[in-house]
């Protein structure tokens, strides 16, 4: 069965960091494309970052590039969303997710999803 569970948020002020954990299980994930989303209260679901499976190739959303880093452990089943400088419009719950064929930024193409972790990034 697969399974997706987010961890890592919480509140934190403006140029802070925070570290994103996706513990994945019940499929292989090197192989396997995996991607970061966010909703924001009254906002629909947007795609902020994306790996591919086997090679790893990554993608960001222009509003996390050169802020957000997303990287695979394998060996720990786990992909992280490390994510720096933050800003209040960075405010959401984020969700990662598998079952797209291809890597990809759009909800849609994904399966299977996580139940979220919120965070605030607030003064």
């Known amino acids: 069965q697969v399974q997706l569970v987010e961890s890592g948020g919480g509140l934190v002020q403006p140029g802070g960091s925070l570290r994103l954990s996706c513990a994945a299980s019940?499929?292989?994930?090197?192989?396997?494309?995996i991607g970061w989303f966010r909703q924001a209260p009254g906002k629909e679901r947007e795609g902020i970052s994306c790996?591919?499976?086997?090679?790893?190739?990554?993608y960001y959303a222009d509003s996390v590039k050169g802020r957000f880093t997303i990287s695979r452990d394998n060996a720990k089943n786990t992909v992280y969303l490390q994510m720096t400088n933050l800003k209040p419009e960075d405010t959401a719950v984020y969700y990662c997710?598998?079952?797209?064929?291809?890597?990809?930024?759009?909800?849609?193409?994904?399966?299977?999803w996580g139940q979220g972790t919120q965070v605030t990034v607030s003064s």
């Open positions: 997710a598998t079952g797209a064929g291809i890597a990809s930024m759009l909800p849609k193409f994904y399966r299977y």
């Open positions: 019940g499929f292989t994930l090197d192989y396997s494309a």
């Open positions: 790996i591919s499976g086997g090679s790893g190739r990554t």
